[in-house]
């Protein structure tokens, strides 16, 4: 039995004081041991967090009942492991949940929510239907649907120098995709704004598609931005799309390279990471600097002043001035 539960999750509703309800939800987090990346902006919350059944149970639970977001939907992707996924708790107000910089609101307009077993159906039975991959390259390098059109983009706000390559398209049910879905909120948002007529949106990402439908046409491995680094989501028809950097043979084994200073997504087999001793060249491998090997290809950044057992002590706060300020607020 796996003890453990991943979850992934957004949610876009207007957050009037982030950074009190940053300070807030950090302490329930520490409190309740949760440990992960949450980000918290003015148009709403996006989290990565892993715990046990029981206390990921209690943050769904905390979550749903806030009155910030009474009347909203938590699209929660639960999954399984045996460890928690994360070393470390991350809370942090930033601009956006998602960093875009996109000039579109999904709460005023989106794509059309499609579920996965609805997602299912169209690739099989509609010819006009396109995908289109909203994740960075390092990701659809790594895995893709079959047939999916592709950005050679480092991040979401590369997409207008991209949505020139797909101008043939707009006139086709365009699909769009990421992980968890909260990408293509703005994505898909963008695609209409520049006269795309027909666009849709995996609700719930590739993800929520493998959990609920097997991941079926998904060819390689999803990239995971916490320490499993990469994980299989296709139980039905899976195939290995990915080559080692280094060998060029098949592999889906997705690392950072050990140079802190590179610190590339690249895929490399378990063979040449040992040969390579982490690295994906030689200087690399020379560098000064390079951390210890790591057969996962996983290295936490170190954050002065952390513990599991306290959080992540963020801009000198610690959990003392932490309680005091809720007190205070509520008082």
């Known amino acids: 039995m796996k003890p453990y539960s991943v979850l992934l999750y957004y949610n876009y509703t207007p957050i009037a004081d982030p950074e009190s309800y940053r300070e807030k939800h950090h302490l329930f987090c520490i409190e309740n041991r949760i440990l992960g990346r949450i980000i918290v902006a003015s148009e709403g919350l996006n989290g990565a967090v892993s715990g046990t059944h029981a206390d990921c149970q209690n943050y769904m639970d905390w979550l749903k009942v806030d009155p910030i977001f009474q009347g909203t939907d938590f699209d929660f992707k639960i999954e399984k492991h045996e460890a928690h996924t994360f070393a470390k708790l991350h809370v942090r107000v930033k601009d956006e949940i998602v960093h875009s910089e996109l000039p579109v609101n999904p709460l005023e307009r989106t794509g059309k929510h499609v579920n996965p077993a609805e997602f299912k159906n169209m690739l099989k039975n509609d010819p006009d239907v396109v995908l289109v991959d909203m994740r960075s390259n390092y990701e659809h390098e790594l895995g893709r649907f079959k047939g999916a059109y592709t950005f050679d983009m480092e991040n979401l706000r590369d ?173």
């Open 159 to 331: 997409l207008p120098d991209h949505v020139h390559e797909i101008e043939h398209l707009k006139n086709k049910k365009v699909i769009t995709y990421c992980t968890g879905g909260i990408k293509c909120e703005k994505a898909s948002a963008y695609l209409l704004e520049k006269g795309f007529t027909n666009v849709y949106q995996l609700h719930g990402g590739i993800i929520k598609y493998s959990l609920e439908e097997g991941g079926e046409d998904f060819d390689g491995s999803c990239y995971d931005f916490d320490n499993r680094v990469a994980t299989l989501v296709n139980s039905i028809n899976p195939e290995v799309i990915s080559t080692c950097h280094v060998c060029d043979s098949l592999s889906d084994h997705m690392v950072n390279c050990a140079n802190p200073e590179c610190n590339e997504h690249l895929a490399i087999c378990p063979t040449c990471l040992q040969e390579m001793d982490g690295a994906c060249s030689q200087s690399c491998k020379e560098h000064p600097r390079k951390r210890p090997y790591n057969e996962k290809g996983y290295y936490s950044k170190q954050s002065v002043g952390y513990s599991p057992e306290l959080g992540f002590k963020s801009f000198g706060r610690n959990l003392k001035i932490e309680k005091k300020k809720i007190i205070n607020s509520i008082c």
